[in-house]
């Protein structure tokens, strides 16, 4: 059904179902750079999904990992022994999280950040005509993972090239390397992960090949969460114990036009002038 450019990508689909039936009744969508992503920017997107028999949650993981950091247990793996094993942490947690779909296209993150990113649009353009979902998460263009905003540029190149087909409701970018709190709170998209708690926890502690080699982001990114909750707005009380913020990315896929400098310098203007204004009213 789909021909992806890379032999050893990797699909996996939830037993009830068959691939082509698993895309179709997919609701929301996270498209993410490495194994562990979907799970710590798109949680909003699983955990709504979890255990919901109208709603199904598919991810799509670009990059092959092979690249992560490594020492403790992991200090020995060579490149490839760690792309197998990221390959498997990520398959474990669309397991746990009752993922309609998991695809993993399997490029190397230099192939996705070089000139020639066409094979990875053109995986996903045939993916998402296979697919009619309401929520599709990426990463953020302010962020400053040079892979999350290259895998995001050819997301949105995608979107683009598949918008006759479909355009979902929501398309959000999230939180990774950097946060988004400093957004204005009007284009503030919450994205809130207070539900499953256990199991949030679960599905972020499955990628031991990072924890485990030295990188504590299952603490760091339920940090972040309620942290945001917590300081939205100093005079209520919280709306959510796990919140995180998204920015709005529709727009740059209904105007092609629109530049992505463009669109994200917008958003910086507006915090410019926030900080600016509030500073002169004290001077």
């Not at 000139?115 to 996903?124: E, F, G, I, T, Y």
């Not at 050819?154 to 090239?161: D, F, G, K, P, T």
């Not at 972020?204 to 707005?233: C, E, H, P, W």
Request: charged fraction near 25%.
């Amino acid at each position: 059904m789909l021909n992806l450019h890379n032999e050893k990508a990797d699909i996996l689909v939830i037993p009830k179902f068959e691939l082509r039936k698993a895309l179709q009744v997919t609701t929301h969508l996270a498209i993410g750079a490495h194994q562990d992503d979907l799970e710590f920017m798109a949680s909003e997107g699983i955990l709504t999904c979890f255990d919901a028999h109208d709603k199904w949650f598919t991810g799509i993981t670009v990059t092959d990992g092979r690249g992560s950091p490594r020492i403790g247990p992991y200090s020995n793996y060579n490149d490839e022994q760690m792309r197998e094993l990221r390959r498997q942490e990520q398959r474990n947690a669309a397991e746990i999280g009752q993922y309609a779909a998991q695809i993993q296209l399997d490029y190397k993150s230099s192939e996705v950040k070089g000139s020639n990113r066409k094979p990875a649009v053109d995986d996903l353009v045939q993916i998402l005509k296979e697919m009619h979902p309401r929520t599709i998460y990426l990463h953020q263009p302010a962020d400053k993972h040079d892979t999350h905003v290259a895998v995001m540029m050819a997301s949105i190149e995608a979107l683009r090239s598949s918008k006759d087909h479909h355009i979902p409701d929501r398309i959000i970018g999230c939180e990774g390397w950097r946060g988004l709190d400093w957004l204005a709170d009007d284009d503030k998209v919450p994205l809130d992960s207070s539900k499953h708690p256990a199991l949030f926890q679960k599905l972020t502690q499955q990628f031991d090949s990072q924890i485990s080699g030295g990188k504590r982001y299952d603490l760091a990114v339920q940090g972040r969460l309620r942290a945001n909750a917590t300081f939205f707005d100093s005079y209520s009380p919280d709306q959510g114990e796990l919140i995180a913020w998204g920015i709005d990315l529709k727009p740059l896929v209904l105007d092609p036009s629109l530049s992505m400098e463009n669109f994200i310098f917008g958003h910086l203007n507006q915090l410019t002038q926030d900080v600016t204004e509030r500073i002169r009213k004290f001077s």
